[in-house]
């Protein structure tokens, strides 16, 4: 029948193993009879057309099993894969499984999507581009900084049921089962996603949620003022190209702000310090400090303050820390001789008493601001007396394991009333006058609010810093439960 079509044809055939048999009977729950490819021929033709040439003649010669018949060539997998697939009632009465490919399609089968390249010479324009768009949608995952995420949403767009859906110029388009019109704007380009204010099925309005069915003719809806991906989409959307664009607009959106905003709060703090510091200049010790805090680099830094997840004032300490030691290490006995003072000025100012020495000038580190019922430890700085951190700080952890013999026993020796300043962090829903109601219950706390700022996120979180005086930690647990009771407010904690 080939010969009278003069067709080229090779013709291969092979029969199911026994064991390949059991797997697909286990798998899909079937019986013996329901399994259709106990034996399969494969035919590849030179051309396309020649494809469906041969399928006439199969057809005019044997009958097909209704239900059975599958065009992979017209409505491609979403890896790439391509085939005609028939099931006939063979001699006997068996059937007889036939797939229909040609050359190329069998290579891109065997050898998986990179086998298109052996055709490239001979393939152009928007068929080559069609070939690898697949390809690179795989490769723009690496967006993603989760490898066992994209692994799991690149199974799912190679391996879930399918559904197939027509664009309103009469293009089809293939989605995983379970995908959404969020899904369907992301598949035409980003900017369409982005843009994405609502869809149509059918010529009727349907939510953003509502799952795509086998034929529905999909319209999306835009608009230039559309206000951008919601993180919710995140929760609807199925295709991993969807979900990692939506990700990537919001750490986009987000680092450039926080970069910025966590620039001037290190300069901020360095300020305090009184020390000449130029970020341009300092780009190597800037670089060092984000390694040593597993950042890929100093904007990543940046953008952890920005964020409010690193503290600027425990870089800052960092920093001059490393600008001091550059500068030479003096010897204990000389830092300590340049920073005596008065007994009375150092029991008064710190409620801190160091031991074997008496006449040293004491300071609370700001970077931990401790205060009593912490317990403390001391480092001897060069000109600035003795820095008292908590031991937890992760400041003096450092020091400990740098310049252990800069470190000096310190103890709380608390005499009469002395007010402690501490950070205490706030986060919390934003709403009207949630900075008023949590500076009240502060405030009615009997403390004083030496400052406050609040940060608030598009998605509408509000994150408040307090830098306020208390007398002690039971005073400081005491205030932090009463905050935690403002409505809105889910966490407040020692910063």
Known sequence: ELKKLKIKATVTGRVKHFYSIYQKMAHSGKDLNEIYDLLAIRIQVEETAGCYAVLGALHSIYTPVPGRFKDYIAVPKANMYQSLHTTLVGDEGRPLEVQIRTEEMHKIAELGIAAHWTYKEGIKGKKRDEQVSWLRQMLSQSES???????????????????FVFTPQGDVKSFPAGSTPIDFAYSVHTEVGHALIGAKVDHKIVPLEYKLQMGDMVEILTSKSAAGPSKDWLKLAKTSKARSRIRGYYSKEFKV??????KDE???????YKVKFVMSKQAKLLGDLAHDQNF????DLFASIGQAQTSAKQLATKIVNELNSENGEPGKDEIIEGVKVAKKEIAAKTGVEVQGLDDVFVRLSRCCNPVPGDDIKGFITKGRGI????????????????TP??????NWNIKKAVNFQVEVEVEALDRVKLLKDVSTVISDSGVNIISANVGTTKDGFAVCRFLIEIGNIAHLD????????????FDAYRA
């Open 145 to 163: 900084s989760d490898s066992g995420e994209f692994l799991d949403t690149l199974k799912s767009d190679l391996f879930e049921q399918e559904v």
């Open 257 to 262: 702000d926080s970069v910025q905003v966590g």
């Open 266 to 272: 290190l300069t901020k703090a360095l300020r305090k």
């Open 296 to 299: 890929k680099s100093a904007d």
């Open 387 to 402: 820095s008292v951190h908590r031991s937890d700080c992760s400041n003096i952890i450092s020091i400990e394991k740098q």
């Open 405 to 410: 013999d800069r470190l000096i026993g310190v």
């Open 478 to 489: 005491n205030i932090l439960k009463n905050i935690k009771r403002v409505d809105a407010v």
